[in-house]
């Protein structure tokens, strides 16, 4: 299949925005698949890597079922996940508590070090591009950029509730 050239919308109004929001999401999607497609990974073993990031930044414990959870994947494919990333050397299993039941999954140092190997050619041409934007511009971007995941979000629990399937009301102009 044929890459077609990006083309940059013409106005910026909001169907052209979510446009664009689905154009970048298609494209780092893209990304994804062919960075770890050349290092034989899985774009839910990157997913889970990232899972797994997140919340040792925030210093909360990730166990397999939270992994699950956050993936939505069964209780035999989480498995299969971890035991993919294990045998390749990204995420090691440790025992927690004193009765020992409860597991902990760990980024290995090989992880951080093929993570940032793939992701850096990403890293670098988005870094470019921002360079070309104030701070200003940077602030006023990462509230949009926030607030559309907060509604992604917010759409994401409404389809797994059942919630109503009509539009919102039209959102006020100031």
Do not use: C, W
């Not at 956050?70 to 004193?98: C, K, M, W």
């Not at 980024?107 to 041409?125: E, I, V, Y």
Request: charged fraction near 20%.
């Amino acid at each position: 299949m044929a890459d077609e050239a990006f083309q940059r919308p013409t106005n910026a109004g909001p169907q052209s925005l979510v446009r664009l929001l689905q154009d970048f999401t298609l494209e780092a999607n893209r990304y994804v698949d062919t960075a770890g497609g050349r290092n034989d990974m899985h774009r839910t073993d990157l997913n889970a890597l990232a899972v797994i990031m997140r919340h040792t930044a925030k210093g909360t414990v990730v166990t397999p079922g939270i992994l699950r959870k956050e993936l939505n994947l069964s209780s035999p494919a989480t498995t299969a996940l971890i035991d993919r990333l294990d045998q390749s050397g990204h995420v090691v299993r440790e025992r927690l508590g004193s009765d020992r039941r409860q597991v902990q999954l760990r980024m290995t140092p090989k992880a951080f070090q093929d993570g940032g190997a793939m992701f850096m050619p990403l890293s670098r041409h988005m870094g470019t591009a921002m360079a070309e934007f104030s701070p200003e511009e940077l602030e006023l971007v990462t509230r949009f950029m926030t607030a559309m995941v907060e509604a992604t979000i917010a759409a994401r629990q409404e389809a797994s509730n059942g919630g109503p399937a009509q539009s919102p009301p039209p959102h006020p102009t100031k």
